[in-house]
């Protein structure tokens, strides 16, 4: 396993934090830490981001895996903080048994980003008590217009950028559908969960896909509302952010949640 660690620091720096963002912090933010991952192959570095839904689960991009090499062997880094820093948090290296990307997944124009992974062996949540800090699935009453947001990944901070190595965070808001529609000149699907981007100056960018989108209620209850994906102009390039809508996926994603079979 350290071999496999020490690839992850070996890699070069790609490509691919959130735009305006800040890094995330290591105490009030570390379920959240415990929770998200980034996956990697022998050949490919970290590339995407994660979210743990139980010890065998973790939900991420369609984007993120298909079209990928039949014979990369992937890997899921959960609990780490910086990617370039080893032993700053207890983080825990699984290997990928099974890809399970949405069947309607259109990489051509982003539409049913979303997939679930299964890991060979059981994740340690149990140990760390983060299962009393799990997360609800798509819970739409946050879906609402104004409903303040927050994203989380290790991307560029820039289109193109380079990317700062620690996890990042941004808070923006959820827009209104109408207000996405007219600011993108075209029908928005209902498997979307669109986010103003320009005017706050924040949003996903290259190497976020696959990371959550977080929300909180009265109670400061969490609920995972969006996943980070490839649809639209990102970046904060464009005044609104389209994301993949959980709760349009929650039947499929929780058929699939659990220990395999």
């Avoid at 049913?112 to 798509?138: C, F, Q």
């Amino acid at each position: 396993m350290f071999g496999l660690l020490a690839l992850i620091a070996a890699q070069a720096a790609p490509s691919g934090a959130v735009v305006g963002g800040v890094p995330a912090n290591m105490l009030a933010d570390r379920y959240v830490i415990d929770r998200m991952g980034t996956l990697f192959g022998a050949e490919l570095g970290p590339f995407c981001g994660g979210t743990v839904l139980d010890e065998w689960t973790v939900l991420t991009a369609a984007s993120c895996v298909v079209g990928l090499p039949e014979s990369a062997d992937l890997y899921f880094n959960r609990g780490d903080y910086d990617l370039w820093t080893a032993k700053e948090t207890e983080n825990e290296v699984v290997r990928v048994e099974r890809v399970i990307a949405h069947p309607r997944y259109a990489a051509h124009s982003g539409a049913n980003d979303i997939a679930v992974l299964k890991v060979a062996g059981p994740m340690g949540l149990a140990e760390e008590g983060t299962r009393e800090h799990m997360w609800s699935l798509g819970d739409t009453s946050l879906e609402r217009s104004g409903t303040r947001v927050t994203m989380y990944g290790w991307g560029t901070i820039s289109s193109g950028g380079s990317q700062p190595g620690v996890l990042r965070k941004a808070e923006t808001r959820v827009a209104s559908h109408d207000a996405c529609e007219a600011g993108h000149g075209s029908i928005v699907t209902d498997d979307i969960l669109c986010l103003v981007a320009f005017d706050a100056q924040r949003g996903s960018c290259q190497g976020d896909e696959g990371g959550p989108v977080l929300a909180a209620d009265a109670n400061g209850r969490r609920s995972l509302i969006g996943v980070l994906g490839t649809q639209g102009i990102r970046c904060a390039l464009h005044p609104y952010e389209s994301t993949t809508r959980v709760s349009g996926y929650r039947a499929w994603i929780v058929n699939r949640m659990g220990a395999p079979a």
